[in-house]
């Protein structure tokens, strides 16, 4: 619209249309509707109503652009309640009860921290403070560390900013005058942001409240009387700019919510989420280990957990062969050329081992399988008959991870990646991620997760070197993705600026018992190196064409799939899982031949089965099998080997009494074959 134009009409959730004069604050808005509605509301949502209804999603560590950068005035965003509106928008008002508002309220209480500080320990220079998925986070530059005991007066001054209510207000200033202010107080992070971030003659955003000012771009909450639960976690060291030749700075860590029941119940997830870290557990259980004489990020699967790896595996490659898949291995080793071909040398090298110097060429270790399963496609002629051509391997790869970012199985340097590339005409993409959708979903479900989010991830235009490949195929390659999602029916967010450098991606995010988003599965559009290996198949009209390729993961990696399976069950996995199904309990020495005829048949029925026969009390062998976390332990003595029974002891439900031998068997199988997650 025309910047002279008088009045703007906001569109309102109900669909109600009004016809406003130009600069109407969201908060005047509120208050037409309901004064009480005003009190209530945190920020605003407005879109553009020329822009179409995508979104962009937080991610738990903000770059400095998503703080500092322009914004986009053609995309849905997040603004003050005192925002003037300026053109045609769809608004929605953002109260305690949306999601949205968090985000809001936990960087305005970044916001506090930082004035705390620096009234405490006016020395201090200002880096960033972003919201994240868990709380908030400010850097801080300062000679002398801060100290526990600095924290708990930093988190007692905060009281003080909130219990002065100081309202949040958006100035603007000269870019120039703002480098001036900043350089004077020698605030170099500050000067590196406006620097970086605008552009001469531009007008840079500041934030007031009280006498601290801080240049941000919001939004914030109305007053820092809206901070009302918070908590000053601990500190830790970041480089600036994540540059170790930088000066260290120091990383205060916090949390905020609306109110002081959510952050009750949010340490109390916290606390199950320690009782069910994978790294505790994994150790207790004796499932796995890292060791420091091997390297770091590197996994040693013991027997138990090798257990349930090959469990894992066989599912996956039964499910392969059964939905049209031809399983095959690559090399863990190829020549660098090859991945100078495949992009990789050029867009991902930094996440690549160095080069080993060998006889005939230099070679890298693979970060992933593609380009092994796109030589043996072109290894042989295809036609169009062919296709799709759908490979699949359990491949083990390997990515240099930095030292600081490895987490238990969750962040590796070697893991297995259930690979599979399909190669399909164009005509075949959309039915082929619709299948790889299907595959997905049935992963999650078997191994007993319910819930599930997705994101697709889109290019960034105006980031023109960091993608491969002409903007017509990305085009026909978003649009691909859409319209699967569309005939599945899924709801999804968009992420421009998260798509592959090859091509865009679906991101199928499980949800674990305790509420957590987990990325594993995805779905990957490739236009990209079909072109650069030059990959063909002969056409029903006898004409060479180049064709489509759909990149898959399902369990992400087994290694990282693993690590979220021990956190959603605390190690107490379902029975068809489970290292050891069966733990057996003698009660006496006299009772061990029927203890070992009892083991032979369940064993005979393809159970996994652990029988202790040591000379123990009974009660000590049932905690030990127990503490084990074994689905079944069966008791035995002289009633049981007279009635050819067992006397059950279920996880989670205790002593369930005598049940014939047979009959334990046959509903143990069936909980088996069903992949039941219940006992």
């Avoid at 257990?307 to 863990?332: K, Q, S």
């Avoid at 036609?383 to 590796?412: F, I």
């Avoid at 005509?427 to 319910?450: M, P």
């Avoid at 993608?467 to 319209?483: N, P, Q, V």
Wanted: hydrophobic share 40%.
């Amino acid at each position: 619209m025309s910047t002279s134009q008088t009045t703007i009409q906001v569109q309102l959730p109900d669909g109600c249309l009004r016809t406003l004069p130009a600069g109407t604050t969201p908060l005047e808005i509120a208050n037409s509707i309901s004064p009480r509605l005003a009190a209530a509301c945190i920020a605003a949502q407005i879109r553009p109503t020329h822009a179409p209804t995508t979104t962009t999603t937080a991610h738990d560590a903000p770059s400095e652009a998503s703080m500092y950068g322009a914004e986009d005035a053609s995309a849905e965003r997040i603004v003050d309640l005192t925002q003037p509106l300026t053109e045609d928008v769809a608004l929605r008002l953002l109260t305690e009860k949306d999601a949205e508002s968090l985000r809001v309220l936990r960087h305005s209480a970044a916001h506090v921290l930082a004035t705390a500080v620096l009234e405490l320990f006016p020395e201090t220079k200002l880096g960033h403070g972003p919201a994240t998925d868990s709380g908030f986070f400010y850097d801080f530059f300062r000679p002398t560390p801060f100290t526990p005991e600095d924290l708990q007066r930093i988190e007692a001054k905060m009281a003080e900013v909130v219990a002065r209510d100081e309202k949040f207000q958006r100035e603007w200033q000269p870019r120039e005058e703002g480098l001036a202010r900043f350089r004077t107080d020698n605030d170099f992070m500050k000067l590196h942001f406006i620097e970086r971030f605008t552009q001469p003659g531009e007008k840079i955003s500041l934030y007031r409240n009280g006498a601290s000012v801080d240049f941000c771009r919001g939004p914030h909450v109305p007053s820092t009387g809206r901070v009302k639960a918070y908590k000053v976690l601990n500190l830790a060291g970041a480089y600036w700019l994540g540059d170790e030749k930088n000066p260290q700075l120091q990383r205060i860590y916090g949390t905020a919510f609306f109110n002081k029941k959510e952050m009750d119940e949010h340490f109390a997830r916290l606390e199950e989420a320690q009782r069910r870290d994978h790294r505790v557990l994994g150790k207790q259980l004796d499932l796995f280990s890292i060791q420091e004489v091997a390297g770091a990020g590197l996994i040693f699967w013991h027997p138990k957990g090798g257990i349930i790896r090959r469990t894992m595996e066989d599912w996956m490659r039964a499910e392969c062969v059964r939905r049209g898949y031809d399983l095959v291995y690559t090399p863990h080793v190829m020549r660098k050329e090859l991945w100078k071909i495949s992009g990789h040398e050029g867009f991902y090298s930094q996440n690549m081992y160095a080069p080993m110097e060998l006889d005939d060429a230099d070679y890298r270790l693979k970060p992933m399988n593609c380009p092994g399963h796109i030589l043996i496609y072109k290894n042989s002629p295809k036609s169009y008959r062919d296709l799709p051509v759908r490979l699949a391997e359990l491949g083990n790869v390997y990515r240099y991870e930095r030292s600081g970012t490895m987490h238990g199985l969750l962040r590796v340097r070697g893991f297995t990646q259930d690979d599979a590339h399909i190669f399909c005409t164009p005509g075949q993409i959309e039915d082929e991620v619709v299948a790889c959708i299907d595959f997905a979903q049935s992963v999650l479900t078997t191994f007993g997760f319910a819930e599930f989010k997705v994101e697709l991830s889109t290019w960034d235009p105006k980031d023109r070197k960091s993608y491969a490949g002409s903007d017509d195929k990305w085009e026909l390659a978003i649009g691909s993705l859409e319209r699967a999602l569309s005939r599945k029916g899924i709801p999804y967010k968009t992420i421009a600026g998260e798509a592959a450098f090859y091509g865009p991606k679906i991101d199928i995010k499980l949800v674990d018992c305790l509420d957590r988003l987990w990325q594993l599965s995805t779905v990957q559009f490739d236009f990209n190196l079909p072109a650069r290996f030059e990959l063909e198949y002969v056409g029903e009209d006898g004409e060479r064409h180049q064709p489509v390729m759909v990149h898959r993961a399902l369990f992400g990696s087994v290694e990282r799939f693993f690590g979220v399976l021990i956190e959603h069950y605390a190690g107490a996995f379902p029975l068809w899982l489970a290292p050891v199904q069966v733990g057996l309990v003698p009660i006496s020495e006299k009772h061990g031949d029927y203890a070992r005829q009892v083991q032979s048949q369940l064993q005979a029925a393809g159970l996994r089965v652990e029988l202790d026969a040591r000379n123990e009390k009974m009660n000590a062998k049932i905690r030990d099998l127990t503490m084990q976390k074994i689905p079944y332990v069966l008791v035995m003595g002289d009633k049981e080997a007279a009635a050819n029974a067992v006397s059950v002891r279920t996880r989670g439900k205790g002593d369930e009494g005598s049940i014939a031998l047979d009959e334990f068997i046959a509903k143990a199988k069936k909980l088996v074959e069903e992949k039941s997650v219940a006992l």
